[in-house]
């Protein structure tokens, strides 16, 4: 299991309450959205009054601009306030982000005054076109293969830092905005990447055919390229979202893998600045969490960037938290649970305050180190029930921090299975993790590499993890023989790591029916397609749900498009939903627990829990939320299995929602604890020691 380090920047860690500016001003300028008030509105805001104000508020962090990719003189023009404005916050202990834009965009307008290069660092696609922000046209995307490009970003970067003496870093934008760049130093940093991974003769001719790869280009995606389809669970010949071309496949992995180098460079050049400054990725959607299709459309993969920040933002919303009248649980657990994995806190915004307690709610109970936004730096005032949200998670700090999941499922977030594939996979992954969530049952993100070792974890579960190599069967069949138990669904490995079927002379050769499962000979069974098969296997047991079905709503899937390319299926619209059988893979889920299981809680659909630890005190917490908040959750009753070496004897239930605090009364049987939780409305904490 790969371990990741968390955060040394201690105040970060330890939770802050956020305000943050949007995008530039000057965008709003150059769109033509300003008013005739907006200079007023804006200077107010930017006043040792707004300092004053956010410090009453109990805001321990404000985000302004700083480095916009406008123009230094433009920039300057806007940092005389905000080197005021820093000093006001600094002087009343409010720790000061800066807002940079790096590699999402450059307005070239500006920039082309200073540096008359700028029109040589964007990106060109095979046509000759140069990608744009979506439809901002005064917006070019640049290109991070190109190393004067990188400098430049780096200057601003310190730039914003000295100019602020700023704390955070923020990363705006981060990704990519196009699909593909062709420049001539992109060919040649692809052609080395394809050299260093396929060193030898044969392994390329494996992979593309050819002894060599010096004549490879980065690849074509046309704008007409159709990736979604009708029905993604029915077995058809070929998937048409999939991605089968190996170079492009191989063009995924190069802009997760580049991404990845660059962040790490962006870090090291941060951290020498001052090993305290706290640097935040803002990645669009998230990755697989976000409903999206992220290596292919931002170049984006968890285990690249992530262990190269100190927190990362999520713009993974689900609109207003909470229950809606069609079904949908509106949360954003998927996103603080990948987070969780990496250990890093997600910075979630909320410009709107919409549901704000649910929102800071949600952040006590799932994200690693709890911080939230909670407005823009005009802010004049609080709820009452909001500063005493805030009031609450700032006295009870010492339960939130370095806290950590309670091993029992693992979930497998499979790079090949969520980038070479557009919406299957994908689809399966959100409506088992949907069921996880409902059904209260505690579980973990988990992606490829952590496949050495997973045996702390009593089940596994692969959600239509159709791409799978030999080595990973071989790592779950030793799972499951040494006593794991093994769920997997729809079409888990059908194929291997490159979308290769492991029969036939091509993909169009032998019927669906015929085809053979990388895990067939290890459970030796045949794959099924309508029934649940359950087996033994050694110590271990396995079973396989032929389908996740998707729920009966047609919920119409959405895209999303850059503004040269295809447009991406994006599945943000089916999450919140529960899949039809749901019933019946929470039946498996148990039948997999059996006798392992570590929690089990009775109580509404509508509540989500998190079972942590901690360390350092050997405390144990579960985190109770409500989303369902216009009723009072009552009578719900939970069991626990008794720690090994670890003797629990008290009980308390603590909530911003009441000021004292309620000691539980509990029985043990058969090494189990069992209590009933007092009510409460929207969240509850119960603390183990």
């Not at 003797?647 to 209590?675: D, Q």
Request: proline content about 4%.
């Amino acid at each position: 299991m790969k371990d990741y380090t968390l955060t040394s920047v201690d105040w970060l860690r330890k939770g802050v309450i956020v305000v943050q500016e949007g995008e530039a001003l000057i965008l709003n300028q150059r769109k033509g959205l300003v008013t005739h008030q907006f200079w007023e509105i804006y200077n107010k805001e930017h006043s040792l009054e707004t300092a004053k104000k956010l410090h009453e508020l109990g805001i321990d962090l404000v985000v302004v601009q700083a480095f916009n990719n406008v123009g230094y003189e433009a920039d300057n023009e806007n940092m005389k306030r905000q080197r005021q404005m820093a000093r006001y916050f600094h002087e009343k202990g409010i720790k000061v982000g800066a807002y940079v834009q790096s590699i999402g965009s450059v307005f070239y307008e500006g920039v082309v005054n200073e540096e008359k290069a700028v029109l040589e660092w964007v990106q060109v696609d095979h046509q000759g076109r140069k990608p744009t922000y979506y439809n901002s046209y005064f917006r070019l995307i640049p290109c991070i293969n190109k190393e004067e490009y990188l400098q430049y970003v780096e200057k601003g970067i310190k730039y914003a830092v000295e100019n602020l003496e700023a704390d955070l870093v923020f990363f705006d934008n981060y990704g990519y905005y196009s699909f593909a760049c062709a420049c001539n130093d992109c060919t040649k940093a692809f052609r080395e990447y394809l050299n260093r991974k396929y060193p030898s003769r044969e392994s390329r001719l494996e992979r593309f055919g050819f002894p060599k790869v010096d004549g490879i280009f980065p690849p074509v995606f046309v704008d007409e390229l159709k990736w979604n389809y009708t029905d993604p669970f029915l077995f058809a010949g070929i998937e048409p979202g999939a991605i089968n071309d190996p170079v492009q496949q191989e063009w995924i992995d190069f802009r997760c893998w580049r991404l990845g180098e660059v962040s790490k460079r962006f870090k090291e050049y941060i951290k020498k600045i001052s090993p305290d400054i706290a640097i935040v990725w803002n990645c669009p959607y998230m990755g697989p969490m976000g409903g999206l299709n992220n290596a292919v459309f931002h170049g984006i993969w968890p285990t690249s960037i992530y262990p190269h920040c100190d927190a990362l933002a999520a713009e993974a919303d689900q609109g207003i938290l909470g229950v809606h009248q069609d079904g949908k649980l509106a949360t954003r657990i998927r996103t603080f649970k990948s987070a969780r994995k990496l250990r890093r806190g997600v910075w979630m915004t909320n410009f709107q305050r919409k549901n704000i307690l649910l929102d800071l709610a949600e952040s006590m109970a799932f994200n690693p180190f709890v911080f939230n936004t909670v407005g823009m730096p005009g802010l004049d005032c609080l709820e009452k029930e909001t500063k005493e949200y805030i009031k609450f998670f700032k006295h009870n700090r010492k339960y939130f921090e370095e806290t950590e999941e309670i091993p029992e499922i693992a979930l497998l977030n499979s790079y090949p299975s969520l980038s070479y594939s557009m919406t299957s996979s994908l689809i399966s992954l959100i409506y088992f993790e949907e069921t996880l969530i409902r059904s209260k049952i505690p579980y973990s993100v988990i992606y490829d590499e952590d496949l050495e070792d997973i045996s702390e974890y009593s089940v596994l579960v692969l959600p239509n993890v159709k791409y799978m190599s030999s080595k990973q069967i071989s790592q779950v069949e030793n799972y499951v023989k040494n006593g794991g138990s093994l769920i997997a669904t729809d079409q888990t490995s059908l194929l291997d790591e490159w979308g290769r079927r492991r029969k036939g002379v091509s993909l169009f050769h032998v019927p669906m029916e015929e085809q053979e499962y990388g895990l067939e000979n290890v459970l030796g069974i045949k794959w099924p397609i309508n029934e649940v098969v359950k087996g033994t296997l050694g110590k271990g047991k396995f079973a396989v749900i032929p389908k996740v079905v998707p729920h009966e709503k047609d919920l119409k899937i959405s895209h999303v498009r850059h503004s040269i390319g295809p447009a991406v299926p994006y599945l943000k619209r089916l999450q919140g939903y529960l899949p039809v059988n749901w019933k019946e893979i929470i039946e498996i889920l148990n039948w997999a627990r059996k006798g392992r299981e570590i929690l089990r809680i009775e109580g509404p659909f509508t509540t989500a829990a998190e079972f942590l630890t901690q360390r350092s005190t050997g405390r144990l917490m579960l985190h109770l939320v409500n989303y369902d908040y216009q009723n009072i959750v009552t009578g719900l009753k939970v069991s626990f299995k008794q720690p090994k070496n670890r003797i629990i004897k008290k009980l308390s239930f603590i909530s911003p929602e009441f000021h004292a605090i309620k000691e539980i009364s509990f029985e043990t049987k058969r090494g189990k604890i069992m209590f009933e939780v007092p009510n409460f409305k929207i969240y509850g904490l119960v603390v183990m020691e």
